[in-house]
Structure formats: C-alpha cells, structure tokens
C-alpha cells in the first residue's frame, strides 16, 4: 500500500502497510538513520520524534496513525531551540556514547519551543522516559538550562 506522509517538512509517498511502526519507515524506506532504535517498546525514548510539534515514540506509532501531520526527526528539527541545544550539549559535553541523543535533543527540543525557561522538574518530566545508559542526565539537564539561557539571552 502507498502511503504519503509528510516527513521534515516534505511530502514523501512510502509503500508499506498500515500498521508498519513509523521507525522501520523512517530507517528502512527513507535512510533517516538519526532516529534511533532501542527497546521496540516505547520505554527508552531513542527513537523520539516529533508529530505535530509533540515527542512521539516512533517504534510504536503505525504509520496509519499519523495521517496528515507532520513528522520531524532529528535531520529535520530547524530553529532557535535546536540551534541553542547543539550549542550547550557541546558547550556542556554532554554526549558520551551518543546512541540516545537524537531523541534527547528531540524532546528538548519540543520542551524549549513550549515552556522556554523549564524548572528542573519540568525538565525531568518532559525527559522522562528518555533513558541515557551513560548517565547522562545531570549534563543533559545542565545543557537544557543553557539552551534556555541562550535563548533568553537572544531574546
């Protein structure tokens, strides 16, 4: 079956059935590699996107379920946010491994285009249930707290 999805901002038509994860289309047809693979379950947060502007788990969301909106990965996350992010995991050193980064920044993303200047608890929450086997998490937090400073600072 053809199917059309709007994937980082373009129209791209996928053969695939119904009920095919969003992930194995994005990986397999489309060679979007930055959208991780990691439990297939929805409990680790590597394959975040975003659907709408929203942190979505791709390995459990069937393409038939995204219809019409828009899917965002982390090739195509654009502005401010994104921007400001890479800046402070760098600035913070944040990666270690690397493997749950891109849906890491995925959600921080989503975070800092909604609430602009998080809290540390709601920063915990909207990260929630992106795990980092690395340990990563005080850097990951530091580096949203810079985001949200830079991006204060750019007004």
């Known amino acids: 079956m053809t199917i059309t999805l709007t994937i980082n901002n373009k129209p791209v038509s996928v053969t695939a059935e119904p009920d095919t994860p969003l992930l194995w289309v994005l990986r397999g047809e489309l060679q979007l590699t930055g959208t991780k693979f990691g439990c297939g379950m929805a409990l680790c947060g590597a394959c975040t996107v975003q659907i709408d502007g929203e942190p979505a788990r791709a ?8 219809g ?23 600035e913070i050193d944040v990666v270690q491994c690397g493997y749950c980064q891109s849906g890491q920044l995925v959600a921080a993303a989503a975070l800092l285009k909604t609430l602009p200047q998080p809290d540390d ?13 690395c340990g990563t998490y005080p ?9 949200a400073n830079l991006l204060a600072a750019s007004g």
């Open 139 to 147: 850097r990951i937090r530091t580096a949203i707290h810079r985001a």
């Open 68 to 90: 019409q909106r828009a899917v965002t990965t982390i090739e195509g996350l654009q502005g401010r946010e994104i921007t400001v992010l890479r800046q402070a995991w760098t």
């Open 121 to 133: 608890a709601q920063i915990d929450t909207a990260m929630n249930g992106n795990l980092c086997r």
């Open 59 to 66: 390995c459990v969301t069937p393409i038939s379920a995204v």
